[in-house]
């Protein structure tokens, strides 16, 4: 351990280099800080070396690690293209992501929050740039400036843009399906009111049309509602039924009236004939007179007398 790079880093003050495993085959993360003496402050006991794997950091980000412990509550990873790693000064991936399971301290990164964190002007960023793979992502960054030497590191986060935009593409699908459904709902109700008022018009014209030809006992049929249209079909029939009894009633005076016409004729002539049958008597009679030897005898003697006056 005194030889490697860790232990002679270390030596005088924290530092945080990377080194290949025993064999060669994983990353390991050393952490060296030199150990004084509490009762001699000026004398070093030691260099402390703790080692790290690039593969549980990556786990701790992912969220695996936390399952690992027994969570079943914990989220692992971001959707299906979401991952955060963490990026030292240099640009070089120090944990690995699902895309890049073997990225730690092998993938440079020089995207946009790698240049805006350790620029002239450190800032952390949040927005859409391209990552590492030259893929549009949306994503956040944090940095931590440790004191330590190597301890620079930069927190990023990304998700793929499509995925992260999703759930706005699925909201706006059953947007627009509940609008068109909603907008056919509409039409429907529309076309029923609008024929649930104009049927019954529609009846009461006809009814109209059949009273002005002389039906007069036409009623309006089918319609039992409660409001203005129920009120003028119920108002409607009422008036046919009041027209149909006024017109028999006038027909039964019409009868009756004629039946009186009648008898008064038959009277009329009656009495008629009653006067006449006097006035044949008394006309006969003085036919009679005037024929007979009374009224002769009286013309003579008249004329007699006339003569000697």
């Given amino acids: 351990m005194s030889k490697t790079p860790s232990y002679r880093l270390g030596k005088d003050h924290t530092y945080i280099t ?16 030199p150990v004084w003496s509490l009762s001699d402050p ?17 786990r701790v980000l992912s969220g695996d ?11 692992v990873g971001i959707g299906k293209t979401g991952h955060t790693y963490l990026v030292n000064k240099e640009g070089t991936m120090i944990t690995s992501t699902p895309l890049e399971p073997n990225g730690a301290f092998r993938q440079k990164v020089n995207t946009y929050p790698v240049q805006m964190g350790f620029g002239a002007n450190p ?3 949040q927005g859409a740039w391209k990552d590492y793979r030259d893929a549009p992502v949306f994503g956040a960054s944090m940095r931590f400036p440790f004191p330590a030497p190597g301890m620079d590191w930069i927190l990023i986060t990304e998700q793929h843009q499509t995925e992260a935009l999703l759930p706005l593409s699925i909201l706006r699908r059953r947007f ?16 029923l009111t609008a024929k649930a008022i104009t049927d019954p018009i529609a009846a009461i014209t006809k009814a109209t049309r059949e009273i002005s030809a002389g ?24 008036m046919s039924r009041d027209l149909t009894s006024a017109i028999s009633e006038i027909t ?3 009868e009756d009236l004629g039946k009186a016409n009648d008898s008064l004729r038959r009277m009329t002539r009656f009495v008629s004939h009653e006067i006449r049958n006097p006035l044949s008597v008394i006309d006969a009679h003085l036919a009679m007179l005037l024929d007979g030897p009374v009224w ?6 008249g004329k007699e007398s006339t003569h000697c006056t």
């Fill in 215 to 238: 039906h007069f006992s036409t009623n309006v049929e089918g319609i039992h509602r409660k409001d203005e249209i129920g009120i003028l079909a119920q108002s409607f029939n009422s």
């Fill in 252 to 254: 039964q005076k019409n």
């Fill in 18 to 33: 990377a080194e290949c495993a025993e064999g060669g085959n994983f990353l390991e993360l050393h952490v060296a800080t």
């Fill in 176 to 191: 627009i399906q509940t609008g068109t459904v909603s907008l056919v709902l509409v039409i429907l109700l529309a076309c």
């Fill in 42 to 58: 000026i004398k070093k006991l030691g260099v402390l070396v703790n080692c790290y794997s690039a593969g549980v950091l990556s």
């Fill in 123 to 125: 800032q952390e960023v």
């Fill in 65 to 75: 690690y936390v399952l690992d412990l027994g969570a079943i509550t914990q989220c």
């Fill in 296 to 301: 002769r005898t009286h013309a003579r003697a």
